[in-house]
């Protein structure tokens, strides 16, 4: 009697050892490293890592798949530990490969704040290898269609092309950014001057000197006043933001993550706001800047957020996240002297409201403002949409997902952070339970873990998921019995 190991009765014949089939929809940061990781570790059990992704270069995405050259990492380089097990390779590859000479004001006191566009560029260099060996194959397609056949998943891309695969990542990333429903009953030219400022053609129309209003004061307006900046844009600028909250900058000095936050009792957000607000008060007697205690809280993040009972989840998301969010992700300094020069000299102005209304007035746009002292118009040529993806009913905003929610493989999470999962990255089904081929990696998962949107998070979760996938592939290769007289 004969003893073999295999995934699959059917694929007995064809190889002693197969291995399993995976596939990654998405390859951003999160599908690449993820596919990087699975083809180096995972070299026993899995036989092919394809990924689908329209973009020409894995590891971009939409934050580093930027051609201009303005807008930088809002983490420095040494913070970004992009490879797991090699924390420090993004800030070698920067030094070895001549990027610094190339661009010296990368080099701050605050550390090294690199263009993002640099960083797509180390992902590439490390995809490479992979991608010449054939252990990972890029098809530059979208996906269209999801379904489930005989035990495995069929991928369909926007060509026609159909992969099968044992294992099914969804790395999908960012949604577009919501477009508050008052721009949309503009006419055609009034709509042509509302731009999301991630689209590739978002500063294309505006001049030198025409007035912009920025709705949204997050990073992602930072990196656009940093766009207009480099345009030479004189005109003024104003950001407009509900909470009147703009993100801190970074301290300089090298200080290491502050606050032990290994605390069980942590179950609710005010206890939580307290033992911050503490530990800072802790920190500044050491002469230590509040920014160590945010370092510390986030790598704690994924206990805490699963340590708070759904209700206290919705309390921070309602009152906390805005406040954390400012503390949390910072401006680069180049982007923080870019705005502060901005505001001394006039070019920036910053105002505090909701936008209520957008109506045309000959070649300019007339926007209602909500502030807290009442209504107030404000005069532009041009509106940039710096709100951020809108990650609300995340299992909609595709069609192949809406397809994979109507047949019950995926959720969206209540939350409205994305999609459901457990902590090891499974779907959750429609009923609820976690599908172990399925799994959602990178920001969509973050409704499990709190905090998964910075490269550092992405990437502990892909190596997790990645030995967790291997492991799953392993276990899956039986032993079967074959009589001899087969
Ligand atoms: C503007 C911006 C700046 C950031 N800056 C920093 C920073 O400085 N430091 C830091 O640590 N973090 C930063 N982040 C956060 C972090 O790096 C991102 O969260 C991370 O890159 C997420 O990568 P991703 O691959 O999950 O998502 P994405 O970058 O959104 O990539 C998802 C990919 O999926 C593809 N895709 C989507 N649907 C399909 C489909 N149907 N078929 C095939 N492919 C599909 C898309 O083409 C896309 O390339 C930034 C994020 C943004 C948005």
């Given at each position: 009697m004969l003893k073999i190991r295999m995934s699959s009765p059917r694929l007995q014949a064809q190889t002693p050892r197969p291995g399993s089939r995976v596939a990654i929809i998405g390859g951003g940061y999160t599908g690449a490293i993820i596919a990087k990781l699975l083809a180096e570790r995972g070299i026993r059990d899995i036989e092919e890592v394809t990924v689908f992704e329209p973009r020409e270069q894995l590891g971009s995405g939409l934050a580093y798949d930027v051609k201009n050259i303005d807008v930088r990492l809002n983490v420095a380089a040494h913070r970004m530990r992009a490879i797991p097990g090699a924390p420090t390779a993004f800030l070698d590859w920067l030094q070895t490969s001549g990027t610094l000479t190339v661009d010296p004001q990368a080099v701050t006191q605050e550390g090294i704040f690199a263009r993002r566009r640099d960083f797509g560029r180390f992902m590439q260099s490390k995809l490479a290898p992979h991608l010449d060996s054939g252990a990972v194959r890029h098809i530059r397609h979208a996906i269209r269609i999801v379904e489930r056949e005989n035990e495995q998943w069929r991928i369909c891309g926007a060509d026609g092309t159909i992969v099968m695969a044992d294992i099914l990542i969804l790395a999908t990333g960012h949604p577009p950014a919501s477009r508050p429903p008052v721009v949309d009953r503009l006419s055609a030219s009034a709509t042509s001057?509302?731009?999301?400022?991630?689209?590739?053609?978002?500063?294309?129309?505006?001049?030198?000197?025409d007035p912009v209003l920025i709705v949204g004061s997050g990073l992602t307006a930072i990196d656009a006043l940093c766009r207009l900046k480099a345009l030479g844009h004189t005109g003024t600028v104003s950001l407009l933001s509900r909470t009147g909250l703009m993100p801190r900058p970074h301290a300089g000095g090298g200080f290491s993550p502050f606050g032990d936050f290994n605390s069980t009792d942590l179950t609710s957000a005010r206890k939580l706001l307290s033992k911050v607000r503490a530990t800072i008060r802790d920190a500044q007697a050491q002469g230590i800047p509040w920014q160590s205690v945010f370092d510390a809280l986030r790598q704690h993040a994924p206990s805490l957020w699963q340590a708070l009972p759904m209700r206290e989840r919705q309390k921070f998301l309602g009152r906390l996240r805005r406040w954390y969010d400012v503390h949390r992700y910072r401006m680069p300094p180049q982007g923080a002297a870019i705005l502060g020069r901005g505001i001394d000299t006039g070019w920036v102005r910053l105002k505090t409201g909701d936008l209520v209304s957008v109506t045309e007035d000959r070649q300019e746009l007339l926007a209602g403002l909500e502030t807290r002292e009442g209504r107030t118009e404000f005069r532009c040529r041009h509106i940039l949409l710096a709100t951020g993806p809108d990650f609300l009913n995340y299992a909609a905003h595709q069609r192949f997902l809406l397809g994979m929610h109507r047949d019950g493989f995926i959720q969206s999470d209540p939350l409205g952070l994305g999609l459901a999962c457990d902590f090891a990255g499974r779907a959750l089904t429609v009923a609820g339970t976690p599908d172990t081929t399925l799994f959602v990696g990178g920001p969509p998962a973050r409704a499990a873990f709190g905090e998964l949107t910075g490269v550092p998070e992405i990437a502990a979760q892909a190596a997790s998921l990645a030995d967790r996938i291997i492991g799953c592939c392993a276990r899956e290769t039986r032993t079967i019995v074959i009589s001899p007289t087969m």
């Open positions: 001057r509302i731009k999301d400022v991630l689209a590739a053609d978002a500063f294309n129309e505006i001049g030198k000197c």
